[in-house]
T-cell receptor, first 111, second 114 residues
């Protein structure tokens, strides 16, 4: 069955790098995603990676994919207080447009 | 360009009452999703539409939930009657197609059943 797991909390100092990790189960996933959710808001798509890629960089964001271990990570460089939010990892399940989300990682950035 | 618009933002109802949520997807997006997000959890798909057709409603509790997407644009999700356990945020999302890479979410409707 499909399942996505994330650690629940991460706390970093402003200016440090943050690394949020995720594991998934569906080896046929075509795309893997990172969404950001601020309090009271919907989900904002941050970035995504195609399953045949190992890495994708987009400004301060770096996504690493280890398909063998079914492990996805999101690195945020120079983390700012505005990055404080809940980050969701998601996989596109069975190529059918259905996103399977993890339970979210709450990132807290301290000044 | 307007994003996905949902209304209302908040709704408080008593149990056993009906409730409806409305979603207007991004113009031109053929695929529309309704997700439910329980407190402290990630969203879970309730139903997916390709134009007017519900192509995946396997997670929709059909005894009390219903949805429609007339004319393949706006959509309404209804609960009747609501139960205490239905308290959650109901999120609507849209994408160009079902296999498209990017799904865009609305701000959600926070439902509280008392």
């Amino acid at each position: 069955g499909e399942d996505v797991e994330q650690s629940l909390f991460l706390s970093v100092r402003e200016g440090d790098s943050s690394v949020i990790n995720c594991t998934y189960t569906d080896s046929s996933s075509t795309y893997l995603y990172w969404y950001k959710q601020e309090p009271g808001a919907g989900l904002q798509l941050l970035t995504y990676i195609f399953s045949n890629m190992d890495m994708k960089q987009d400004q301060r964001l770096t996504v690493l994919l280890n398909k063998k271990d079914k492990h996805l990570s999101l690195r945020i460089a120079d983390t700012q207080t505005g990055d404080s939010a809940i980050y969701f990892c998601a996989e596109m399940y069975n190529q059918g447009g259905k996103l399977i989300f993890g339970q979210g990682t709450e990132l807290s950035v301290k000044p | 360009e307007a994003g996905v618009v949902q209304s209302p933002r908040y709704k408080i109802i008593e149990k056993k009452q009906p409730v409806a949520f409305w979603c207007n997807p991004i113009s031109g997006h053929n695929t529309l999703y309704w997700y439910r997000q329980n407190l402290g959890q990630g969203p879970e798909l309730l139903i997916r539409y390709e134009n007017e057709e519900a192509v995946d409603d396997s997670q929709l509790p059909k005894d009390r939930f219903s949805a429609e997407r007339l004319k393949g644009v706006d959509s309404t999700l209804k609960i009747q009657p609501a139960e205490l356990g239905d308290s959650a945020v109901y999120l609507c999302a849209s994408s160009l197609t079902g296999s498209n890479t990017e799904a865009f979410f609305g701000q959600g409707t926070r439902l509280t059943v008392v």
